[in-house]
T-cell receptor
């Protein structure tokens, strides 16, 4: 089945710096979703990308979907302590579009 | 809108007992709910897809007789961990698709199960 790989697993960032987390799928995705899970919390939907090459922004977060719809990235500028958490990408399972296959997640910590 | 609740938020039980976890969609009807398990510092692993009015679909490697799922109504799905053992200790999270926004999943707050 479809697998979603995500790197890096951990990202320790100086406050104010930028960072990027990357997501790759073994197969073409109809869409890709990003979720954020704060420490001790549950995943919260951030965004969904559907179109090839799509770029969406949410304040300091920029999400990109690759032209081949097999990879995606999340770029955060001017990292703040509120950005702490684990960011997951997720793509629909090949057998059922409503089922999601989650990447391993990138856990972000911020040093002030 | 699109709020999912879970109960209990945490539970500690003795080995061999059964534990029921409830997942409710509070302000929408969810024909499909999903049950995940998450071990510390790991990703979410889908256990099963729960469909209202029909049998759940389990992922490979998940024992259906151990993890009983019932989706009795459009707003409630339950997961029962039967004869729990310490290795079943984990964070169990449910999610649901909103009817009109079918791709996005709304997650419950999770249930932390500790089996002694």
């Amino acid at each position: 089945g479809q697998q979603v790989m995500q790197i890096p697993q951990y990202q320790h960032v100086q406050e104010g710096e930028d960072f990027t987390t990357y997501c790759n799928s073994s197969t073409t995705l109809s869409n890709i979703q990003w979720y954020k899970q704060r420490p001790g919390g549950h995943p919260v939907f951030l965004i969904q990308l559907v179109k090839s090459g799509e770029v969406k922004k949410q304040k300091r977060l920029t999400f990109q979907f690759g032209e081949a719809k097999k990879n995606s990235s999340l770029h955060i500028t001017a990292t703040q302590t509120t950005d702490v958490g684990t960011y997951f990408c997720a793509g629909p399972s090949s057998s059922n579009d409503y089922k999601l296959s989650f990447g391993a997640g990138t856990t972000v910590t911020v040093r002030a | 809108g699109a709020v999912v609740s879970q109960h209990p938020s945490w539970v500690i039980c003795k080995s061999g007992t059964s534990v029921k976890i409830e997942c409710r969609s509070l302000d929408f009807q969810a024909t499909t709910m999903f049950w995940y398990r998450q071990f510390p510092k790991q990703s979410l692993m889908l256990m099963a897809t729960s469909n209202e009015g029909s049998k759940a679909t389990y992922e490979q490697g998940v024992e259906k007789d151990k993890f009983l799922i019932n989706h009795a109504s459009l707003t409630l799905s339950t997961l029962t961990v039967t004869s729990a053992h310490p290795e079943d200790s984990s964070f169990y999270i449910c999610s649901a698709n909103h009817g009109r926004r079918s791709d996005e999943q709304f997650f419950g707050p999770g249930t932390r199960l500790t089996v002694l």
